[in-house]
């Protein structure tokens, strides 16, 4: 009798230390693709069940407050992930990814997570995901757009509405019953983006202590340089006065070894480059 007591109160503290550490987004504590992609073995639905409150899923990438079908390489868009249910859950959770190409690699880059939210690094793709229960049924995370030739980008997500309680059970699941596929823009596609990306150079990099960025024959005006982390952390910031020409030292001597993101903007056209610390 008594081990079937601490047997029985062992599961209960699992069921319920695995419902806590969940509520910290799958990505984070179980290291799981939950969106229904190609790449995942389940959606919220293996840790959460009981079909409650019939959730359903949107997913809309915006410029400017509206929802777009085709993005311009470079680009800063908003990607929205909404729950809607019925009947009264307490708190929801959301994980998503973009994906592109036959081998389902990273699309883009996800940036400046808002309180709730963080993004996972997973396998070389970043997960957006909330950190903490949300009482708010809709999230939102910047995504930079990649860079030319990509080609379509394909979003994946599910969303959870939960009762809340000390448990995994109670809870619905919706996911994304196709995914959301951005195609890029070639009409669109402006010289001005195009100017941009072939006027900036990041050398070397793979780089030790510091790289250098350079721009060339690009348009003169400000341009604000920002060193990042793969999550959108920004770790510095400094403006450039770009006048035909302009180079900036990066430091990255306080940095670990990794990878890391370089955004450059002049205000109109924004762009990404990736760079590795050895």
């Known amino acids: 009798m008594k081990f079937k007591l601490l047997y029985t109160l062992f599961v209960l503290a699992g ?47 915006l410029k400017d407050g509206e929802a777009v079908d085709a993005y311009i390489p470079g680009e800063v868009y908003t990607m ?7 009947g009264s859950p307490s708190v929801f959770g959301f994980q998503a990814v973009a994906l592109a190409g036959n081998n389902n690699a ?14 996972t690094a997973l ?3 970043q997960y957006p995901e909330h950190s903490s229960r949300s009482q708010s049924s809709a999230f939102e995370v910047e995504w930079v757009a990649p860079e030319t ?17 000390n448990g995994s059970g109670g809870d619905g699941v919706a996911s994304l019953d196709a995914p ?18 072939a006027a900036v150079e990041v050398f070397p990099n793979p780089a030790n202590e510091s790289t250098t960025l350079r721009i ?14 793969i999550h959108g952390q920004v770790l510095s910031a400094q403006n450039l006065q770009v006048n035909g020409a302009a180079i900036l030292p990066v430091d990255l001597s306080a940095q670990a070894a990794g990878l890391y993101l370089l955004r450059v903007s002049n205000g109109e056209r924004s762009l990404v480059r990736r760079i590795i610390k050895r």
């Open 15 to 61: 069921g319920a230390f695995l419902f806590l550490g969940n509520s910290s987004g799958a990505g984070a504590v179980q290291g799981q693709d939950r969106t229904g992609s190609p790449l995942s073995s389940a959606t919220c639905g293996a840790c959460h069940g009981g079909n409650n409150f019939s959730p359903t899923i949107e997913l809309e990438i």
């Open 80 to 86: 929205r992930v909404s729950a809607g249910f019925s």
């Open 106 to 119: 990273q699309a883009g880059d996800f940036q400046n997570a808002p309180s709730g939210v963080q993004i």
């Open 123 to 125: 396998n070389g793709r």
């Open 149 to 165: 030739g990509t080609g379509e980008v394909r979003f994946y997500s599910s969303v959870l509405a939960a009762n809340n309680g």
């Open 180 to 197: 959301v596929v951005l195609t890029e823009d070639a009409v669109n596609n402006t010289s001005g983006f195009l100017a941009l990306e």
């Open 216 to 229: 060339s024959e690009a348009d003169a005006g400000d341009y604000q340089v920002e060193l990042m982390t």
